[in-house]
């Protein structure tokens, strides 16, 4: 597979509608007719966590063929048929349910405040660590100007506080996670679903992603149910009850405030949605 790598034809590979591939690290590979995906990691720390991922998720046949690496550029198959369409037949999120059960039965040691914690502190310092998503999309739009303070110390102890007490009534477990169950994410071969964007497997906060995913491609009671038929089939949702979601809520609301103010886009909104949590927990 090296010399596919090294004689291959690439190309920067997009979705074929919204969402996914904002890393700028996923490539097409033509080689003598066939096609191939690569993915060209920053780091060999990240190529070897995809190559970890692949490996021990392969045995669900959710993912492309893993093909190997070869120091920071890890190769796959690539998927044949089409990305994820926003109207869908019900199949199609009965299986992203399952995709999205399978990911979370697999443990992780990670620190679940961490990330939390750092986002907060940007908010409160106005000085910001952006990701590559935030790099990614300044560069689309010609953003320049500087982030700003959004928190003040007593605003963010204040969120401290009630993500404390919803972690401890929740009893949450951190677990590996899809962090954007969005339609460029995903490909339909055959009637088969695949996730061919391995970079949105992260550890998280069990069900942050079957959360994420009702307030956006799973917006309605139909798609809801069919995902749950898909998620029960392999993991109990008994965790998913209001207190959890409200837990999913405060975290989606802090790190949108934090994207959206990189990016120069309104979050008041978001601020609003923190300040009734806030309110519905007496704690303003």
């Not at 492309?64 to 998927?79: A, S, T």
């Amino acid at each position: 597979m090296k010399h596919i790598l090294k004689e291959g034809q690439l190309s920067i590979l997009l979705p074929e509608g919204e969402g996914g591939a904002l890393s700028g690290e996923v490539h097409l590979l033509k080689y003598k007719g066939e096609r191939y995906v690569v993915r060209k990691c920053s780091t060999l720390l990240k190529a070897k966590y995809y190559e970890a991922i692949s490996k021990k998720l392969e045995k669900y046949n959710f993912l492309p063929k893993f093909l190997g690496r070869f120091g920071k550029d890890v190769l796959y198959e690539f998927i044949n048929g089409r990305d994820l369409r926003r109207n869908e037949r019900g199949f199609v999120f009965e299986q992203l349910g399952e995709i999205g059960a399978f990911i979370n039965k697999q443990k992780i040691n990670s620190n679940p405040n961490f990330k939390f914690n750092k986002i907060l502190g940007e908010l409160v310092s106005g000085k910001y660590v952006s990701s590559a998503k935030v790099l990614m999309r300044r560069k689309r739009s010609r953003i320049r100007k500087k982030p700003k303070i959004v928190l003040s110390i007593k605003e963010s102890n204040k969120i401290k506080e009630l993500y404390s007490y919803l972690m401890r009534k929740t009893k949450a477990q951190i677990r590996m996670d899809i962090s954007d169950f969005v339609p460029g994410n995903f490909r339909l071969r055959r009637g088969k679903v695949y996730l061919v964007d391995v970079e949105a497997i992260k550890p998280a906060i069990k069900g942050m992603g079957v959360a994420k995913c009702f307030r956006g491609f799973c917006n309605t009671k139909k798609r809801k149910e069919l995902f749950i038929k898909g998620y029960t089939k392999v993991y109990s949702t008994n965790f998913l009850n209001e207190i959890y979601l409200d837990l999913c809520n405060l975290l989606f609301a802090v790190q949108a405030i934090h994207f959206k103010e990189q990016v120069k886009r309104d979050y008041q909104e978001d601020l609003g949605k923190i300040k009734r949590l806030l309110k519905k927990y007496s704690l303003i």
